[in-house]
């Protein structure tokens, strides 16, 4: 059994490695104003996510499906779902949809590159 847990895990290696070299860039479109420390903030999260979402995409044979597109309504859901104190109700909205169009790409890229096979 350790035999077949070790061949499993080094296909699923093999895999996520195979879908991490075809990676696409995102690009990130910031405002003016905009501080370095969220600059930051936004690349890290923005790779957390796609790898994240590699690592389930190996799980799901490398297929989009029903599984990305529930935790993309998820996602947007939870994401519209936070507030936050000391910002106007404009500059709040604009960060909420910002957030979720930084979601919305990283999985539509995903999507694609699966799509592509």
Do not use: C, F, Y
Request: glycine share 8%.
């Amino acid at each position: 059994m350790k035999e077949r847990g070790r061949d499993t895990h080094h296909s699923r290696a093999e895999e996520l490695k195979r879908l991490r070299a075809g990676r696409q860039p995102i690009k990130l479109r910031l405002q003016s104003g905009q501080t370095g420390e969220l600059l930051a903030m936004a690349i890290a999260l923005q790779a957390a996510l796609r790898s994240t979402l590699e690592e389930l995409a190996v799980v799901h044979d490398l297929k989009a499906g029903d599984w990305l597109d529930e935790l993309e309504t998820t996602l947007i859901r939870d994401t519209a779902n936070i507030w936050s104190e000391g910002l106007s109700m404009n500059m709040e909205l604009a960060a909420v949809e910002r957030a979720q169009g930084l979601i919305l790409t990283v999985t539509g890229a995903l999507r694609a590159q699966l799509d592509a096979g």
